[in-house]
C-alpha cells in the first residue's frame, strides 16, 4: 500500500456560517483552526473528531449547487460510525433536523440513517 489512512475530506459549503454551526454545534465536530483567506474570500475550517483530523470546510464566493438526485457521479455520502443509533436520532431531531428512518443494511444487519448538510450532502450514520 502507497498511503496511510484517508487524512480528510473537503466540503465545500454554500453559507459558512450555517455549516459551521451543523458541523460543530450539531455534530459536535470540534475546530482545530479558522482561517480567513482575503486573496480568495474564503474560509477554511478544518475539523476534528476525536482527536484526528476529519473534514475541511471551505467557503467559496458563489458556487454552483452540488448535483445529488438523480444520483450523481462523485462522492455520495459522508459516513459517521456510531455506538448508538437511536441516542444520534434523538440529538439530531432534538436540533430540528430530518432525519430518515432508520434502515437495516441487507448484508452487515447494521442499522443506518441518513440527514442532509445545510448543503444537501447526505450524512449517514452507522451503527456499529
Known sequence: MLFNKIHHIAIICSDYARS?????????LK???EVYRETRQSYKLDLELNGQYVIELFSFPAPP????????????HLAFEVN???????????HQQYVEP?????FTEKRFTFVADPDGLPIEFYEK
Open 84 to 94: 448508538d443509533l437511536d441516542a444520534v436520532v434523538t440529538h439530531l431531531q432534538a
Open 20 to 28: 459551521k454551526a451543523f458541523y460543530t454545534e450539531i455534530l459536535g
Open 65 to 76: 449547487p452540488r448535483p445529488s438526485r438523480p444520483e450523481a457521479v462523485g462522492l455520495r
Open 31 to 33: 475546530v482545530i483552526r
Open 102 to 106: 432508520i434502515r437495516v443494511d441487507e
